[in-house]
Structure formats: C-alpha cells, structure tokens
C-alpha cells in the first residue's frame, strides 16, 4: 500500500506561483506513474499531469505552459510547480500513484488563488 501526503497549498493573489508536493510512503522507483489531478467546486476531478517510472510526463491541455510537473527520486516526492496563477486554478489538488494496477490517492491540498 502506497501513503501518499501532500503539501504547499494555500492562499496565493493572480500571478503567483506555488510549489506542491507529494511525499510518498514508499521508494518512487516502483511506483508506475505518479500524478496530480485537481477538483473544483463544482466540478469533477480532472487531470492536471502525470509522470511515469521512467520519467515521461504528461499535461492536460489547460496546464501546459504553466505547469511543471517534477520527482525527486531520493525523497520519494514529486512536486507541481505553477505559475502564473490564475483565479481559476482554484481547486484542492490531489497527488495519486499507480502501483501494480492500483491507484492511490493523498487526502489533497487546497490551492485558491484570488483576484
């Protein structure tokens, strides 16, 4: 079973930046993929990005350009950096991993961005 424990959320004005991160439980080398996917009021939980064992990253459209998603092999974390915040960044994000075909989720971090 994979714990996964995230942090660096909070209260940050339009055109901020914020670093999250993921610490897992376990050594990230066996883990599949790692990601980050974020849920606003209202809506469904989407995809942010994702970062396999081997180092692929993937982004959702919406967060190219401003999102970089990265791992630290060594702390067994993997972090979010956003830029350029936007008022609709607003959502709690959530870190997950998929190990042996089992996907894990962190309990999220808030991230609101005012205007």
């Known amino acids: 079973q994979v714990q996964l424990v995230e942090s660096g959320g909070g209260l940050v004005q339009a055109g901020g930046s914020l670093r999250l991160s993921c610490e897992a439980s376990?050594?990230?080398?066996?883990?599949?993929?790692m990601g980050w996917h974020r849920q606003a009021p209202g809506n469904q939980r989407e995809l942010v990005a994702r970062?396999?064992?081997?180092?692929?990253?993937i982004y959702n459209d919406s967060a190219k350009g401003r999102f970089a998603i990265s791992r630290d092999n060594v702390k067994n974390t993997i972090y979010l950096q956003i830029n350029r915040l936007k008022p609709e960044d607003t959502a709690v994000y959530y870190c997950?991993?998929?190990?042996?075909?089992?996907?894990?989720w962190g309990q999220g971090t808030q991230v609101t961005v005012s205007s």
């Open positions: 970062i396999t064992r081997s180092g692929l990253t």
């Open positions: 997950n991993a998929r190990q042996i075909g089992v996907l894990y």
């Open positions: 376990t050594s990230i080398g066996s883990i599949d993929a």
